[in-house]
T-cell receptor, first 109, second 124 residues
Framework: GQNIDQPTEMTATEGAIVQINCTYQ??????LFWYQQHAGEAPTFLSY??LDGLEEKGRFSSFLSRSKGYSYLLLKELQMKDSASYLC??????????WGAGTKLIIKP | GAVVSQHPSWVICKSGTSVKIECRSL??????MFWYRQFPKQSLMLMAT?????????EQGVEKDKFLINHASLTLSTLTVTSAHPEDSSFYIC????????????????????FGPGTRLTVT
């Protein structure tokens, strides 16, 4: 079967760095997405990785290792507004997105 | 660019009535649109995938006669919840994917789903 695993909840301090991990087992691979979702709102796109390595975009970076079926989202200089759920999703061989359950990130002052 | 709108943003209806939710891609042609449902504190659950001009493909466990999807044009898809019941109360989110636009396939636009703001449905 297809499976995406990510931690349910994480807590971090304002100004710090946090890494949210995602492991996957899917039928084929056409890229991995990270989305941010604030409570009561729709997800918003953060990053897309299809090749191994690190993609940096401002305070957010995303890493992919296809051989390990592993990705992480790195958030630097955390701000209170970063409190949200972070969803990992993998596009399988049928170009369907397989969603993880999301990681709720709590930022404390 | 790549804006998706949804209407209405919230709706309250009585049990037994039908509700239609519209999803529009405002500045691009959406070859494929997706409908999701999300219950509180849970992840997104894909309900169905629709391609313009063809019948929607429903996920296992989703009743196609209850959740009618129409994707009549490249910019509009509708979801109709028929004979709604309180257990249908949820947050319904649509997303649209542009597909190939002469853009390198590694570009995320080729595959990225752009989400509408969601519709909160409450059935009393």
């Amino acid at each position: 079967g297809q499976n995406i695993d990510q931690p349910t909840e994480m807590t971090a301090t304002e100004g710090a760095i946090v890494q949210i991990n995602c492991t996957y087992q899917t039928s084929g691979f056409n890229g991995l997405f990270w989305y941010q979702q604030h409570a009561g709102e729709a997800p918003t796109f953060l990053s897309y990785n299809v090749l191994d390595g690190l993609e940096e975009k401002g305070r957010f970076s995303s890493f992919l290792s296809r051989s390990k079926g592993y990705s992480y989202l790195l958030l630097k200089e955390l701000q209170m507004k970063d409190s949200a759920s972070y969803l990992c999703a993998v596009m399988d061989s049928n170009y369907q997105l397989i969603w993880g359950a999301g990681t709720k990130l709590i930022i404390k002052p | 660019g790549a804006v998706v709108s949804q209407h209405p943003s919230w709706v309250i209806c009585k049990s037994g009535t039908s509700v239609k939710i519209e999803c529009r891609s405002l500045d691009f042609q959406a070859t494929t649109m997706f409908w999701y449902r999300q219950f509180p504190k849970q992840s997104l659950m894909l309900m169905a995938t629709s391609n313009e001009g063809s019948k929607a493909t429903y996920e296992q466990g989703v009743e196609k006669d209850k959740f009618l999807i129409n994707h009549a044009s490249l910019t509009l898809s509708t979801l109709t919840v028929t004979s709604a019941h309180p257990e249908d109360s949820s947050f319904y989110i649509c997303s649209a994917r542009g597909g190939a636009r002469g853009i390198e396939e590694r570009n995320s636009f080729f595959y990225e789903q752009y989400f509408g703001p969601g519709t909160r449905l409450t059935v009393t």
